[in-house]
């Protein structure tokens, strides 16, 4: 059962669309992604679906700058993801032509960055973190039960 505060809380939540299944829900119960640039150079082939918070997590990853304001935002599903690549979601939701999406490689990529954003935000400390930590192991446990699921 949802409760009145569950309700008011989502109101104000900012909905998001999953480029996979179409389904409208609350943005932090979902993967975001977006557009980089990799590398120095400016041509639309060194573009790369990746997801939003790889600059933070991926310092090795030299010249990783976002090319498009836009977001992508897809359900934690393994189905969701693959649906999305095989059928121009990322293009749809970036509104330009995108590098060809794998979506295995992108699934274990937001798996990483989850986990490091985790670790980050746990070793920052602080109560001010943990709300985030929440929402992000909640995403974190999403995305290992639906893995559970594909046969
Ligand atoms: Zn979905």
Known sequence: MTTATEVASNMHAPMRTCVGCRAVRP?????????????????????????DQSVRTCAKRHGLRASSGRSAYVCPARACMERAARRGGFAR??????????????????????AGMIDLLNRSGGTAAAPRVQ?????ATAMR??????S
Do not use: I, M, N, Y
């Open 135 to 139: 929402r992000l192991a909640a995403l």
């Open 145 to 150: 039960a639906a893995v559970g699921r594909v």
């Open 27 to 51: 943005q932090a119960e979902l993967l975001r992604s977006k557009l980089f640039h990799v590398g120095t150079d400016e041509s639309a082939d060194k573009e790369q679906v990746l997801p």
């Open 93 to 114: 939701a970036f509104a330009r032509k995108t590098p060809p999406v794998d979506p295995a490689a992108l699934w274990s990529a937001h798996g990483e960055v989850l």
